[in-house]
């Protein structure tokens, strides 16, 4: 295929030349423009690989691995993500989608990059603290709700120090930012079920130390929300004992009935789900 | 000769109404010898046969044979049936559509929202029924009120109740779904999934299954043919009917009653225990339900369903075949284990191998059957000729015996209804219809 020439590099190259792009990125030196040039396009061969085109099949499963390979051995994925806000606009779209495919790549019952990712946590928190950076969260968002999926890096996010910092995203000033974090927070906390009953329980008095502040938040948005997945936590079966812990503190208890005497409808409706809990034992 | 037209040409004046028969006999008058057929319109009332005195068999002026005049032979080829009127029908807000489906309790028909433009789902309930069935109207209660606290993307959604007094009727207005996994199954040779699509199903039910454990609610009945599906192919479990929420602050989950289907119940159930683990009933009907979907057979089988009961209550199941491979096989038995205890629960199921892997692309993916011959591959809407109906010009289809007997000899499969029509007009009426249809691009849509 004349037209698309480039794609005949070998994944090796290709990596290659992606991780000098980026590093030449990084010094930020003059040619820094060019770089980033040469950033988006080696992007788009590589999205191109794993995705196919309008008019090219994705590559063969050989060639995918080769790439997925590559990607380990020189640590591109990292290196991608702490320059992310270096990428230019399109580019960073690219790198999420390529993140989250070579992700859910499979062998068997293995999955390779999960694995991967476990042994460089790294990863992970570089990627919760792009939340940090308004023109990256988004990208960052995708990235880590896919991640989410997996048990063993959810595990790793949730017994991390940094996941407290969730507390803080969620209530930003910029709405964007702080809906996607909470889906990302609520997705850590409700999507596996055994895993986040261990950790609340083992952690409990930090964790609703935290969320207490949430639900106590100046901002309208963040305790409805914050007090809906409250009493969606509580309501599941799975957090049992944490349900039981919750209940026997008084202060709850009151902190509930304040709620339910809030101007706003929908906060007095979610009140009355966990107040109901309360009252009922 | 087709049974159902014996029943029609014997039958005396006003034939019983029957609902299953969509289709009235709009006149039967065609001898042998006579190559034009007759059609007679306005029948003083609707499913009804039209009788013509002798008088005017005389007017029509056939050269009959006087001794045949007792019994004609009538060729299934003449004998025309016109498709019922579709008259617009609306219940609140939404538009009737067809039939989907029928069960004990009434039917099951497909709906419009006049005001959104989605496909919905209704199940019909007459109070008069309900009350027949042992426990009709506590497990209905018991449904409506599980259904509206329950949202999850593998779990049915109620959208609507409504009542009618008058009829002495029930609508439950649901999201809509094109297939039943059942008879997706026998429709399917070898009654089996390849094990992708097996897998997939699978995983969703698990999903499912998750939600409502987290939820305290324990199904009781899942079975291929609680099972639905949408045209994307999400699954959606259904009927709570015999469902049971589990008290909020027992930390155990004990349940006394268990009235699902026979086939799918756990030894504890069969051997009748007082009381027994809720959610492990549902890990050993899904087991069923899995083994079900791989095999095509059932783990355990037996000429009725005392000796069923038997053969389950002694719980020696017929080995998942090796031709399952390992991981499945393991899975299976591990799924059906006599002691509730030892069966695993949703998240043990979840980690295990053969639902962690992606299992190999095999050939023969089965698709959801279209229902009857009226209904097409793409599944649109049966909501749609009677919005053509009340909105264009009045449209009817007409068919021949021969057809509807072609139809249900091949299986339901459709086969373009190749009317043989004497006269040119309803061809002609037909491609309008066909056309028409084409101008509500909208409506295809929802």
């Keep these: 295929m004349p037209l698309f020439g480039k794609s005949q590099k070998s994944p090796a190259e290709l990596v290659r030349s992606l991780k000098d792009a980026v590093t030449a990125l990084e010094r930020g030196d003059k040619k820094a423009e060019k770089a980033q040039e040469d950033v988006s396009k080696n992007l788009v061969l590589i999205k191109n690989m794993l995705y196919g085109t309008s008019d090219a099949e994705p590559q063969t499963d050989i060639i995918v691995a080769q790439l997925a390979q590559e990607l380990y051995n020189t640590n591109l994925l990292l290196l991608l993500i702490q320059n992310l806000s270096r990428i230019d606009f399109e580019g960073k779209k690219d790198v999420a989608q390529v993140f989250n495919n070579v992700l859910r790549r499979q062998i068997g019952t293995r999955s390779p990059t999960v694995e991967y990712i476990c042994t460089k946590p790294e990863i992970l928190f570089t990627l919760m603290s792009g939340y940090e950076h308004q023109e990256i969260a988004s990208n960052c968002g995708t990235m880590l709700r896919e991640c989410a999926r997996y048990e063993a890096l959810a595990k790793i996010m949730l017994y991390s120090d940094d996941f407290y910092n969730f507390f803080r995203y969620v209530e930003v000033s910029t709405f964007d930012i702080a809906s996607d974090a909470f889906s990302t927070f609520k997705e850590l906390l409700t999507r596996h079920k055994m895993l986040c009953a261990e950790f609340l329980e083992a952690n409990y008095d930090k964790v609703f130390s935290h969320y207490q502040r949430l639900l106590n938040s100046e901002n ?18 799975h957090n049992f004992s944490i ?23 929908n906060i007095q409706f979610e009140a009355f789900h966990v107040f109901k809990v309360c009252v009922i034992n | 000769m087709d049974p159902r037209m014996c029943r029609k040409i014997s039958s005396s004046e006003s034939l019983p109404e029957d609902e299953n028969v969509e289709y009235e006999v709009s006149n039967i008058m065609a001898p042998q010898e006579s190559e034009e057929n007759f059609l007679i319109e306005g029948s003083p009332e609707p499913n009804s046969v039209t009788w013509l005195d002798d008088d005017q068999i005389d007017e029509l002026d056939l050269n009959l044979d006087q001794t045949n005049l007792l019994f004609h032979r009538v060729d299934s080829a003449d004998i025309i049936y016109r498709s019922k009127k579709k008259k617009c029908k609306m219940v609140g807000k939404y538009v009737m559509g067809d039939v989907l489906g029928e069960g004990s309790y009434g039917k099951v028909k497909e709906m419009l929202d006049s005001e959104s433009l989605c496909r919905r789902a209704v199940k019909i ?13 506590q497990n209905v209660q018991r449904e409506i009120q599980l259904l509206r606290i329950l949202r999850h993307k593998n779990v049915i959604e109620l959208v609507d109740v409504m009542y009618n007094d008058e009829k002495q009727k029930m609508y439950l207005v649901m999201e809509f779904c094109v297939g039943v996994l059942q008879d997706m199954l026998e429709a399917s040779p070898g009654k089996k999934f390849p094990q992708k699509q097996a897998h997939n199903y699978f ?18 009945d899942i079975k291929p043919g609680n099972l639905l599906l949408t045209l994307d192919q999400t699954l959606k479990i259904t009927d709570f009917g015999v469902a049971e929420a589990l008290d909020m602050f027992s930390p155990e989950d004990t349940c006394y009653t268990g009235q699902g289907s026979p086939a799918f119940q756990p030894p504890e159930i069969a051997n009748g225990a007082e009381q027994f683990s809720g959610t492990k009933v549902d890990i050993w009907s899904s087991g069923v339900t899995l083994y079900n979907m791989t095999t095509g057979r059932y ?75 009226r209904s097409d591959e793409l599944h649109t809407s049966t909501v749609i000729p009677y919005l053509v109906e009340r909105h264009y010009a009045s449209a009817q289809e007409y068919f021949t015996e021969r057809d509807l007997r072609n139809d249900m000899g091949e299986g339901g499969s459709r086969t373009m209804s190749t009317a043989e029509l004497s006269d040119g007009e309803s061809t002609q009426q037909k491609r309008r219809w066909h056309s028409s249809c084409g101008r509500l691009p909208s409506c295809r849509l929802t």
């Design chain 2, 203 to 220: 995983t969703q039910l698990l999903d499912g299954l998750e939600y409502l454990h987290g939820q305290g609610v324990v199904h009781k």
């Design chain 1, 220 to 237: 309208y948005v963040t305790r409805r929300q914050s007090l809906k997945l409250l009493g969606e936590l509580l309501l599941d079966r």
């Design chain 1, 243 to 265: 349900m039981t812990r919750y209940i026997t503190n008084p202060d709850n208890l009151k902190l509930m009935m304040n709620m339910l005497k809030e101007k706003s409808r």
């Design chain 2, 299 to 373: 783990p355990y089988e037996g000429d009725n369903v005392y000796r069923l009961l038997e053969a389950i209550g002694r719980g020696e199941p017929a080995p998942p075949p090796p031709a399952l491979g390992p991981a499945l096989g393991a899975l299976l038995t591990h799924m059906l284990k006599r002691d509730p205890a030892l069966r695993p629960s949703v998240h043990q199921i979840k980690r295990h191998a053969w639902v962690q892997a992606q299992p190999p692309l095999e050939p023969g993916e089965r698709f959801i059957q279209p229902r009857s011959r």
């Design chain 2, 125 to 137: 309930l007459k109070k008069r029924k309900l009350r027949r069935i042992p426990n009709g109207e």
